[in-house]
Structures are given as C-alpha cells and as structure tokens.
C-alpha cells in the first residue's frame, strides 16, 4: 500500500513534476500524467484529487481560481500559447502541459477561447491539415458556413481534397 503523503510532502512531490530546467522565463513542463485533451493531470488525495496540473499549482501558489462577473469560475489561459502561431492547438499542444504561472492568466471562458483556440480552430495558422497534408491551393476545398459565432459570420472551414474524397467513399483508398 502507498505511503500517505502530508500535504507538504504532497505539494513537494507535485511541484516537483514540473520541468524548470529551461529557466524562470520558459515554460515549464508537466512531466507527470496527461489526460486526452493533452492537459497535465496530478492526482493526490492530499491536494483534493485529480485536477489539471496548471490549475491545481494556481491554487497552490495563488488560491482559488477568480471568478468572473457572471459568477463564474475564470477559465486559466496559457498565453505562451497564444504567442505561438506556429502550435498546432488541441490536445497536441504542448502548452497545455506549462506550469510557469507566469504564462497562465485567468480570463472568462470567451476571452479565453477567443484569444487562443479558436484562430487555429478556423485554420489561419495551420500549415497542415489534421490527417497530415500540407494545406496549399491545389489540395484544398472551402466550405462556406451560413452560421455565426457571437453575431458575426463564420470563416469559410478548409479541407483536405484526398483525405474528403477517401471519406466520401467510404474509407476505400
């Protein structure tokens, strides 16, 4: 059976999994467990169970996560990624994994997708499609979307030619 941990053993251990050899200004990465979606993960009953890595330091090192006007919870975003045209979002983005508070901001939930996600959701910065095509002229389509986000209109979705064909047709290459 595992050793309980104090809470300070606990937060040692925890903080301890934090890569900061890069220096103070760099991000500092999780080297613990990452869920799905590409966040670090900690899981210790001293610090109330498993949370994201980043917002359980918050909590350590800050206290409880702001909450908004609205009377929610402030979303925590990491701004090493927005500054990061060239990463390519979603659970592949190693930013999600930075515990240097520095980088990490607390934003209600639109201010933070706005700032983050959703340029790379739409494409502007991607230079490759998700199957692994380069995005050029010749190998892709647009879709016009009638829907709006916030009242304003949607930019057109981009897509891969070969990958859309080879979906179209049932998966037969």
């Given at each position: 059976?595992p050793?309980?941990l104090?809470?300070?053993e606990?937060?040692?251990?925890f903080?301890s999994?934090?890569d900061?050899?890069a ?5 500092h990465p999780?080297?613990?467990s990452?869920?799905?979606?590409g ?5 210790l009953?001293a610090?109330g169970?498993?949370?994201t890595?980043?917002?359980l ?7 409880e996560?702001?909450?908004d006007?609205s009377?929610?919870?402030?979303h925590?975003d990491?701004?090493?990624h927005?500054q990061e045209?060239?990463c ?5 983005c ?8 520095d ?17 790379r959701?739409?494409g ?5 499609f998700d199957?692994g095509?380069?995005?050029?002229e010749d ?11 916030n ?23």
């Open positions: 059976m050793k309980k104090s809470y300070e606990a937060v040692e251990h903080r999994q934090f900061r050899s220096g103070p200004g760099a991000c999780w080297t613990g990452i869920r799905p979606d966040y670090g993960q900690a899981n009953a610090l169970g498993t949370r890595a980043h917002a330091l918050w909590i350590i090192e800050r206290g996560i702001p909450i006007s009377g929610r919870k402030m925590l990491h701004e090493c927005n045209l060239s390519p979002g979603g659970d592949r190693l930013h999600r994994r930075c515990g240097n508070l980088h990490v901001a607390a934003k209600p939930r639109k201010a933070n997708l706005d700032d983050a996600d959703e340029p959701r739409r502007r910065f991607r230079t490759h199957c095509c380069e995005i050029t190998n892709t389509y647009r879709i016009t979307r009638k829907s709006t986000r009242g304003k209109p949607r930019s057109p979705e981009r897509r891969c030619r070969k990958h859309e064909r080879i979906k179209q047709s049932g998966g037969q290459h």
